[in-house]
T-cell receptor, first 112, second 112 residues
Framework: DTAVSQTPKYLVTQMGNDKSIKCEQN?????MYWYKQDSKKFLKIMFS???????INETVPNRFSPKSPDKAHLNLHINSLELGDSAVYFC???????????FGSGTQLSVL | GENVEQHPSTLSVQEGDSAVIKCTYS??????FPWYKQELGKRPQLIID?????GEKKDQRIAVTLNKTAKHFSLHITETQPEDSAVYFC???????????FGAGTRLFVKA
């Protein structure tokens, strides 16, 4: 009965590889997000989606491609992984544009 | 630009003392100011929020104040307990919502 679930929890991979992170929410929310938390704990927004439509792309390199097949899912595909991509990636959802965020448990990505 | 400044970055208090964390934001159009608590290895979770039509809000030992004129808001935790130890993030909404900008976080240590 987890509200926002994302998989995998840990991802260890080599530079240059392509990887995906999946996110699903069962809260009936219309809005979903991807946030990146670096080693200094800065939480930075990457993308916002509302009703499957991209609303915010926060100058993220185009190696990152989000996809929302329906309102309950927002996946993140990353091409040609770089060392600097190592971070914790959090998926989140909210009931509307200006409402509290419900975060997933995070995906710890380590690029070697 | 879109910015949320938060201080202090680290705060150490004795159990039972009060803790205050302060934030400023840059966009006068911001209307929603949530606070999130993140325990080690866990997801950020909302602890309290305030909207621009309210100057103060309290929930048990936690209170938040907002000064829209000065673009300041603060988190007050009274009677701190060791389980309050965590990283606390302030945040503000931008771009009509769909984008929550976080402060850099305050690491709170409560010594027993």
């Amino acid at each position: 009965d987890t509200a926002v679930s994302q998989t995998p929890k840990y991802l260890v991979t080599q530079m240059g590889n392509d990887k995906s992170i999946k996110c699903e929410q069962n809260l009936g929310h219309d809005t979903m997000y991807w946030y990146k938390q670096d080693s200094k704990k800065f939480l930075k927004i990457m993308f916002s989606y509302n009703n499957k439509e991209l609303i915010i792309n926060e100058t993220v390199p185009n190696r990152f491609s989000p996809k929302s097949p329906d309102k309950a899912h927002l996946n993140l595909h990353i091409n040609s992984l770089e060392l600097g991509d190592s971070a914790v990636y959090f998926c989140a959802s909210s009931q509307g544009a200006v409402e509290k965020l419900f975060f997933g448990s995070g995906t710890q990505l380590s690029v070697l | 630009g879109e910015n949320v400044e938060q201080h202090p970055s680290t705060l150490s208090v004795q159990e039972g003392d009060s803790a205050v964390i302060k934030c400023t934001y840059s966009d006068s159009a911001s209307n929603y100011f949530p606070w999130y608590k993140q325990e080690l290895g866990k997801r950020p979770q909302l602890i309290i929020d305030i909207r621009s039509n309210v100057g103060e809000k309290k929930d048990q030992r936690i209170a938040v104040t907002l000064n829209k004129t000065a673009k300041h808001f603060s988190l007050h935790i009274t009677e701190t307990q060791p389980e309050d130890s965590a990283v606390y993030f302030c945040a503000a909404d931008y771009t009509g919502g769909f984008k929550t900008i976080f402060g850099a976080g305050t690491r709170l240590f409560v010594k027993a």
